[in-house]
């Protein structure tokens, strides 16, 4: 017996489908590729709750390039702000890096989901200029 999904589960699914759209094309900060191209972002690492009618908690979970990573903080904060500038309706955002992927995963963490810490990051302009750069929208 198959199963056909419901309205919401179509619905919930057309948004992963959107967030995963806004990110796969971010630019890895040391090479060539996007985010999509190294495998960092995939559809199945998204997950979406219903808060209220009118807004989604996101969870992202991401793999760095390898478990050493020095990037991992700036790639997690060009998902956040990518999707803070794109997604039209009201969220909260978690981003993750998948457990046992990268030695500090913890510490990476708790520095891309503290608002306040993201916030300081973004007011350094050579920063800013990196994270702009990465997030660009790709020329066809």
Known sequence: ???????????????IYQI??????????????????LNVVFEEGITIEK???ESYGINIEF???VPHCSLATLI???IRVKLYQ???FKHKLRINIKEGTHETAAEINK????KERVAAAMENPNLKELVDNCISEPEY
């Open 111 to 114: 520095q891309i989901n503290d």
């Open 86 to 88: 794109c997604l039209p």
């Open 20 to 37: 995963y759209d806004t990110i796969k094309d971010i630019k890895d900060p040391e090479k060539p590729e996007t985010l999509e191209d």
């Open 1 to 15: 017996m198959s199963s056909i999904p419901n309205a919401a589960e179509a619905i919930d699914q057309e948004i």
């Open 51 to 53: 808060i209220d009618d």
């Open 63 to 65: 793999v760095p390039t």
């Open 76 to 78: 997690g904060l060009c």
